[in-house]
């Protein structure tokens, strides 16, 4: 039955060859549409070609400084056709290539990107502001053979041949100027003129697309790899039945190409539905209200999709309601969206009326899990839950047969990832004993059936016996007035048992009135729950995707002057973590 149904969605794409085997599991391994032939970049740019929406938008592009550029689905498909004739003839003498696009939400990525689509060429994007090691790690793991970078400084190069992570040969920088300042010529992919079709490479459903990173929140990235055809159906699905995206829609979702929303959200599944999608090269921009106002009018975005992160800032920056006449839709991304910062989401968007789409995701399901949808309104889904999942037929459910309950799915869906490149051993740890696919967070049901996610499972905070996600304290203590964010993490303590400390930011440079903080805390969950530290800092520990890392603030506070030896390749802003070390050690040791 549940086969049936994605049998059935089948038809969402455009084949060359439909496929008869949906469905098939062997060496623990899902092959979804294996024998079909199909064809990404086709299902975007090509059919709204045939649909006759050649001269709509496709991509509103903001570069860094704000300067704006667009294109056509017409233009893209040439830009793309050129730059897969580049990419063949600077491949050629490669027999299977695997392409890193080391870049951030540009024109040039998503180029690159719908270009290696068209070929049929494996490829991952990294994060542009990723350090040379991550780069390295990330590179060997996919035994990548090809890097197409934007421009990267002069060292970074350098080190990149002496460490034979790339032949020269096999890099090639783009560039919307021609900078020749490392020996190689760098390429614009605006200026490359081939005029000719290239011809989609039709390859089967069940074939690998692209690989992408986790993005390291607990200090393990993880290269996930979506199958083409299985990850193009579910994302294009998740696209129309939660945010009702259609041809007539603008949608700008602030998330980098270097995550899954980036893929998801802001390129393949608004193009596979004839959308227009707005890209920022530095989503931090939008803090700036005048310019956002800008993006909302000029581009007559219908859907606009943050980041958690962004939101929260927001609220502490912006003065002035936003109004646009277009705007339809908000939804919210990556982490648990506090009430109190949904209400003013919506409010200061002028939407109260409707439910956000606070969407839940993994990077290793390739789209939404679940969400409240465009039609909901806030009566239905309340501020801070993400509604439901598609269909119960995907089987989302609560396991509470351990201390904590885990959200898992029981039908895996087929944009959830095929493998994992760094091991099978991670791969398999996703599956139970009944074949149910983990999701390794907790959360709860609510009275309407909504799903409401209050954080990992190794994040709950568990105090004499009571077992409470870290988002629910933190969403409590965001209530409070002059608040800008919050951290709340589990600490075990062979003396006191478990315990929780609280990080927190100021809006303003004021100092915090602990005891506000410890009575709305008491309030609301009782005598037991009160923290053992309350810490004010300058900046939460964040991955470059805005996420708070929690491990890093346990690791620091349980083992102050230690080196933290997981992976911190993913870390926004690591100068924070000196402060936070000294404020903890002066803390807990001063007598
Ligand atoms: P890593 O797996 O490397 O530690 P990560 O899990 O942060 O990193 P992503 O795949 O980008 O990498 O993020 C998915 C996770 O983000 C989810 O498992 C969940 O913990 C959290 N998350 C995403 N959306 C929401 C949401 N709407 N509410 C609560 N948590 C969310
Ligand atoms: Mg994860």
Redesign the pocket.
Known sequence: MFVKYWENKKNLVIWKRKPKKIYSFRARKHYWYEDGLINASYNCLDININLGLGDKVAIYYFDKNKKLQFLTYKELLKLVSNCSFYLKERMKNIKKPKIIIYGSASLETSIAMLSCARMGIHFSVIFQDLSYDAVKIRSKLLDANFLISRCIEKKFYEKILKDKIFKKENIILSSFTKLNVLGINSTNFLELKYNKFFKPKFIKGSNDFFTLF?????????GVTHSLAGYLIYNKLTCIKKFGISKHSVIFTASDAG??NGHSYALFGPLSLGASTVILEVPYLILDQQFLKFILKTCKVTILYLPVTLIRLMKTIFTKKIKSKYLKVIG??????AFSVGKWFAKNFELSNKAII???????TGGIISSANYKNTSLQVKHGS?GKALNNQLGLFLDKSNNTPEFKIKNPWPGCMSSIINSKEIFDSYYDENNNFK???TGYFDKKNNIN?T??IDDVINIRGHRIGS?EFESIILSNNGIKEACAISIDSKLEGSMFVVFLVSKSKKKINKDNIIKSIILNFGNFAVPKNIFQIKELPK?R?G?ILRRLLRFIYTNPGQKYTNDLSTILNPNVVSEIKKKVFHEKFRG
């Open positions: 986790t993005s390291g929140s607990t200090g393990h990235p993880k995550w899954i919210s991304m990556g982490e648990p969206l606070n969407t839940y995701f993994q990077t290793e993400s999701l390794f967070d996610v954080g990992r988002s991955t995707s996420k």
